[in-house]
């Protein structure tokens, strides 16, 4: 018999849907046989992100933590990754997360970034031509690279920076293997030596960038932070955008070049735009699992939820009920799917999603300008991520 909720069965990662809808149909809110509880709904998704008394964040750093502790005992020290992850913001709940989102919502008062964005896409776009990995070469170093101007950090070091968050972002998937851990440490050591030295420069030579603006504000606050907080908050504000935007960029120009009249529209209106990046959210959502854990015994949609159970909130399922979006496995910007959730809701609504939506707006019409006749060459290949979802390659040609 098939499992209901098997996301690594076969073919499941590379199309989740057919699985994410038997589940749906049969329980919106399903109790799995690990006993997670896997909401695969709209409107239960929503309610979940919505009701912080009931649910907080937080299940990933919890788990990371048993597993460190756990591993203490036989003498492996995989210490770091918590230390990098103490202050992800999106793993803090109550007190903490407010005073940390305010700080970073404050510091972060310049949001002309788009000559900084153009800049990097004319850079990246100059060294490709005829056949290229739309992903590698083009999706994969601009967020990263934007990030790293934005935080003030030299461009030289964004392969660096990469290559370890890319390894670290694994830290918020699920079913870690030992072997990931490993990995993730290594990552996280390498992050918390770069940004110690990095914060402790900035410390000395403040300048007009995110990361000094964060370390000053922080200071005139009297919030008493310490310098390992500090790595950890600048550690996730740097990881956050990457693979999220790398998948958008990535998703959305192959959705678009499946369905060449919409790209058409969408070249010559702005607002046809704005729906088609709500519709690149909604169909292929990047952050496609999310966490939670029940802070108290209760009931949702009528099935029981007792206090420290963890849920999974299926996001990427929730954009593609058929309760809420009408024939939702089409790819459709006139839907105008405003109401997606791909970037959450509530208090842990993304931070990010406004330069995720110029990055990709930028992005797009710089890429299909330039490059008329570009075309898929070969199928893509999916990335192994369950939480984070988008293509690891898409080759492309520029000639027909
Ligand atoms: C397409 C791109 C992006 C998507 C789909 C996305 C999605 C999300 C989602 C779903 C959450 C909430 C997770 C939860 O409630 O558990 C979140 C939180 C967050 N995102 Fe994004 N994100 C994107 C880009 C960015 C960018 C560019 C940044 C910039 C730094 C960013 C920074 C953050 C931060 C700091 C949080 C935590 C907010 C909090 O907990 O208060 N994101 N994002």
């Known amino acids: 018999m098939t499992k209901l909720w098997d996301p690594y069965g076969t073919g499941n990662r590379p199309n989740p849907y057919p699985m994410y809808d038997r589940l749906r149909e049969v329980a919106p809110v399903y109790r799995s046989q690990s006993g997670d509880i896997v909401v695969t709904g709209y409107q239960e998704v929503k309610t979940v992100l919505l009701d912080h008394e009931t649910y907080r964040v937080g299940n990933r750093y919890e788990w990371i933590e048993r597993q460190v502790r756990y591993l203490e005992n036989r003498e492996e ?16 709940n109550g007190h903490s997360h407010k005073t940390t989102r305010a700080l970073i919502v404050d510091a972060w008062d310049n949001k002309q970034v788009n000559h900084i964005i153009k800049n990097n896409i004319d850079d990246l776009l100059s060294e490709v ?48 293997s030992f072997k990931t851990l490993v990995r993730i440490n290594e990552a996280a050591q390498a992050l918390i030596g770069y940004f110690n030295d990095y914060i402790t ?18 200071n005139q606050r009297d919030l008493g932070l310490t310098n390992d907080t500090l790595i950890s908050i600048c550690i996730f504000l740097f990881m956050a955008g990457e693979e999220t935007t790398i998948n958008l960029i990535g998703t959305g120009a192959h959705n678009l070049m499946l369905n060449r009249d919409q790209l058409e529209k969408i070249l010559n209106s702005d607002q046809t735009f ?14 496609h699992l999310a966490g939670r854990i029940a ?42 799917a405003k109401n997606h959730i791909a970037f959450g809701a509530g208090l842990h609504f993304c931070l990010g999603s406004w330069l995720a939506r110029i990055q990709w707006k930028i992005a797009i019409k710089e890429l299909f300008n330039r490059f008329q006749n570009l075309d898929i060459q070969s199928e893509p290949e999916w990335n192994p991520m369950l939480s984070i979802r988008g ?10």
């Open 129 to 176: 031509d005829g056949e290229f990995d739309l992903i590698q070469d083009f999706a994969a170093p601009l967020p990263v690279m934007t990030m790293a101007n934005i935080m003030g950090m030299p461009l030289k070091d964004y392969q660096f920076l990469k290559n370890q968050t890319s390894n670290l972002i694994f830290s918020l998937d699920m079913y870690t």
């Open 274 to 287: 704005d729906d088609a990046i709500d519709e690149a959210l909604r169909f292929e959502s990047p952050v």
């Open 295 to 336: 802070n108290s015994d209760s009931t949702l949609a009528g099935i029981e939820v007792k206090k420290s159970d963890t849920l999974t909130l299926c996001i990427g399922a929730a954009n593609r009920d058929p309760r809420q979006y009408p024939s939702p496995h089409l790819f459709d910007i006139g839907r105008k």
């Open 391 to 400: 293509l690891k390659s898409l080759h492309v040609t520029t000639n027909q």
């Open 77 to 92: 020290d995989l210490t770091a990754i918590m230390a990098a992850m103490n202050s992800f913001l999106v793993q803090m």
């Open 201 to 218: 420069y900035r410390i000395k030579n403040p300048s007009d960038d995110l990361t000094s603006k964060i370390i000053a504000l922080a």
